[in-house]
């Protein structure tokens, strides 16, 4: 099975029917909210007006085990967090990687998935082939992820830095290094290979860094509906949904 964290594994330190659209925040108790920022494909993307992917799937299956009804909340990466903190929605399901300090924020469900960064840079570039060889260049980041984290406080031992351009979107970023306005970009990896596959002129490094993993956030204290997704995320991988789904959005599995 790929990419699955099991629960005994890292844990942090510290129905198509159920209305998969675009909502207006929390409205009833027979609603349960999603928030997303649907511009990180597989996990979530637009399709018409509609938003799908791998996290949707697994989020509706929560809905499901819940018998609540799913909508889901487009919102910036940035806002996410607060938006969970406040109540304004029941859950963050947007292939975010579970770290200390957002811990301290929300509180994270078992790992889902298994993910690093990468590097994307003009197919003709053969100077950037690790991260140090970022030092001193514009590199483009998704705003608020964990490249943008790594990126935007990178310094070596001599006091380097690299110069960072955000984008709120990481296709804008994958746009503007095709068209030479920028030296790379820094990405999740399976988003990364969705949005080369996109654009001519731009290939990724085969060299990924930082090892990362996913997991669904909600307001801290919620034992009860942290609880119920840890079931789920154990349930489809016991039972084949996991790798079922994998299968659909990825292509392949192990």
Do not use: H, W
Request: aromatic residues 8%; hydrophobic residues 45%; glycine residues 10%.
């Amino acid at each position: 099975m790929k990419k699955f964290m099991k629960i005994s594994a890292v844990i942090l330190a510290g129905v198509l029917s159920l209305g998969t659209f675009v909502g207006c925040g929390k409205q009833d108790s027979n609603v349960i909210v999603m928030g997303t920022n649907p511009t990180f494909p597989p996990f979530e993307d637009i399709q018409g007006d509609e938003i799908v992917g791998f996290d949707v799937e697994i989020s509706k299956l929560v809905a499901e085990k819940l018998g609540k009804e799913l909508k889901i909340e487009d919102m910036e990466f940035g806002q996410l967090l607060g938006a969970a903190s406040s109540g304004k929605i029941d859950f963050i399901a947007a292939g975010m990687t579970a770290t200390e300090d957002r811990a301290k924020q929300v509180d994270f469900s078992v790992p889902y998935f298994e993910s690093k960064q990468v590097i994307i840079v003009a197919e003709d570039n053969d100077s950037i082939t690790q991260a140090e060889d970022l030092e001193g260049k514009k590199v483009g980041v998704q705003l608020g992820t964990t490249g943008d984290l790594f990126v935007s406080g990178y310094e070596s031992d001599a006091g380097a830095t690299i110069d960072v351009v955000q984008f709120d979107k990481g296709a804008m970023a994958v746009a503007d290094l095709s068209i030479g306005k920028i030296d790379a970009v820094v990405l999740d990896e399976e988003p990364a290979k969705k949005i080369v596959a996109n654009y001519k002129g731009v290939k990724l490094v085969e060299a990924p860094f930082i090892e990362e993993v996913y997991a669904i956030a909600v307001k801290k204290g919620n034992a009860e509906l942290l609880n119920t997704i840890n079931e789920v995320l154990n349930e489809i991988q016991e039972n084949g949904t996991y790798d079922a789904l994998y299968a659909e959005y990825f292509g392949v599995t192990e």
